[in-house]
Nanobody, 115 residues
Framework: QVQLVESGGGLVQPGGSLRLSCAASGIIFSINQMGWYRQAPGKQRELVATISSGENTNYAESVKGRFTISRGSARNTVWLQMNSLKPEDTAVYYC?????????WGQGTQVTVSS
C-alpha cells in the first residue's frame, strides 16, 4: 500500500515562512490531482491548494498570494511554500493525491504560527 509522507511543519513566528513536502512511498500512476488540506482544532478539514495533472492550480481565498503549490515528477512529490504566515494558518496540514479510483492521504504535519 502506497503511503504519503509529509514533512516540513513546525513552529514559526507570524510573518515567517515554511515549506511543506509530500512524497509517496511508492509509485502512484495516473494522478489526477495533488493537493494540500488543513484542519484546525474544532474545525472541519478544508482545502488549501490543489494542482492538477495539467499544472492548473487552485487556492483557498485565505491563502491566495501567500501560498504556492508545486509538484515534481519524482516519487509523486508535491510542495507547499507558505509565506507571510498568520496565526490563523495554524493547523495540521495533509497531503492528498487522487487517481480515478483511489484517494491517498498523508498522516499530516503540524504547522503552528505563534509569537
Amino acid at each position: 500500500q502506497v503511503q504519503l509522507v509529509e514533512s516540513g511543519g513546525g513552529l514559526v513566528q507570524p510573518g515567517g515562512s515554511l515549506r511543506l513536502s509530500c512524497a509517496a512511498s511508492g509509485i502512484i500512476f495516473s494522478i489526477n490531482q495533488m493537493g494540500w488540506y488543513r484542519q484546525a482544532p474544532g474545525k472541519q478539514r478544508e482545502l488549501v491548494a490543489t494542482i492538477s495533472s495539467g499544472e492548473n492550480t487552485n487556492y483557498a481565498e485565505s491563502v491566495k498570494g501567500r501560498f504556492t503549490i508545486s509538484r515534481g515528477s519524482a516519487r509523486n512529490t508535491v510542495w507547499l511554500q507558505m509565506n507571510s504566515l498568520k496565526p490563523e494558518d495554524t493547523a495540521v496540514y495533509y497531503c492528498r493525491q487522487t487517481t480515478t479510483y483511489t484517494d491517498y492521504w498523508g498522516q499530516g504535519t503540524q504547522v503552528t504560527v505563534s509569537s
